[in-house]
């Protein structure tokens, strides 16, 4: 196949999925520095299909926002319609993995009210790829290496191997409650290393630029532009 000019943009590689099912607090570490308990079980949210765009476009700091916040993941793919599945059934069930940042508006997330799923869905929030890796290509998904740069400096540094769940629970766990169809996502949460966590807290600003990669799945990088 011919390669891929630099000046093509990546579009993201799954096209209109019927949901993104986000998984909270889903890293020790991020738990401990955000102050909240280990969670017992997963701990679900959406985020809007509406916020997907390509693994290099501009994320835009949402009208009246002050608390934009990165977040390294990854994402898993469903292949076919998953119902009341067993654990030991999930890999049957997985398309492929992807690279996705979660950002989150953390005053829109937790200050002010209601479900998460607010701070979560502005439009851009939700970059995925470049690639979608079948898992024949993906390797240990649970112990493959994560990181994310702010303006060149490491903010993220871990391994999916932190995961409290892991995948095939998690895709086994989700389809104890819903059914999950071919082209949903699940993003399995974040490491360390949030702006929120830090003392004081660090957001983003226009001009920042945010680098992300997980080992074998690629990486990608978002400036950050003001809402306009």
Same mark, same amino acid.
């Given at each position: ?9 990546f ?6 999925? =019927?949901k ?25 949210f959406? $985020? ?8 290099n ?11 934009? @916040? &990165?977040e #390294?993941?990854?994402? %898993? #793919?469903i292949?076919?319609?998953a ?8 890999s049957?069930?997985?398309? !492929? *993995?992807? +690279?996705?940042?979660? *950002? ?7 200050e002010?009210?209601?479900? &998460? %799923?607010? !701070? $979560?869905?502005? @439009?851009?929030?939700?970059?995925? =790829? ?16 994560? &990181? +994310? ?11 999916t191997?932190?995961m409290?769940? $892991? ?6 766990? +989700?389809?104890?409650?819903?059914t999950?169809?071919p082209? @949903? ?7 360390h !290393?949030?702006? +929120?966590?830090? $003392?004081?807290? #660090? ?10 990669g ?10 950050a532009?003001? *809402?306009?």
């Amino acid at each position: 196949m011919p390669e891929v000019g630099e000046d093509v943009r990546f579009g993201p590689p799954v096209y209109r999925p =019927g949901k993104i099912i986000c998984i909270g607090l889903n890293f020790r570490d991020h738990a401990i520095e955000t102050g909240a308990p280990i969670p017992q079980e997963p701990i679900i949210f959406f $985020k809007a299909t509406s916020a997907i765009c390509g693994p290099n476009d501009d994320v835009i700091i949402p009208k009246n926002s002050v608390k934009t @916040d &990165w977040e #390294v993941e990854l994402a %898993v #793919v469903i292949g076919k319609k998953a119902s009341y599945i067993e654990e030991s059934q999930a890999s049957e069930y997985i398309a !492929g *993995y992807m +690279l996705h940042n979660d *950002y989150s508006e953390r005053e829109f997330q937790i200050e002010r009210g209601g479900q &998460w %799923v607010k !701070g $979560k869905s502005c @439009d851009t929030f939700a970059p995925l =790829g470049p690639y979608l890796v079948t898992p024949d290509e993906a390797g240990d998904v649970n112990n493959l290496n994560m &990181w +994310l740069k702010v303006n060149g400096q490491m903010m993220q540094d871990s391994s999916t191997g932190q995961m409290i769940f $892991k995948v095939p629970f998690l895709v086994h766990y +989700l389809s104890q409650f819903m059914t999950l169809h071919p082209g @949903d996502i699940i993003s399995t949460g974040t490491p360390h !290393g949030v702006g +929120l966590g830090f $003392k004081p807290p #660090v957001y983003l600003k226009a001009g920042d630029v945010v680098e992300l990669g997980i080992e074998g799945l690629g990486s990608s990088t978002q400036k950050a532009v003001a *809402y306009q």
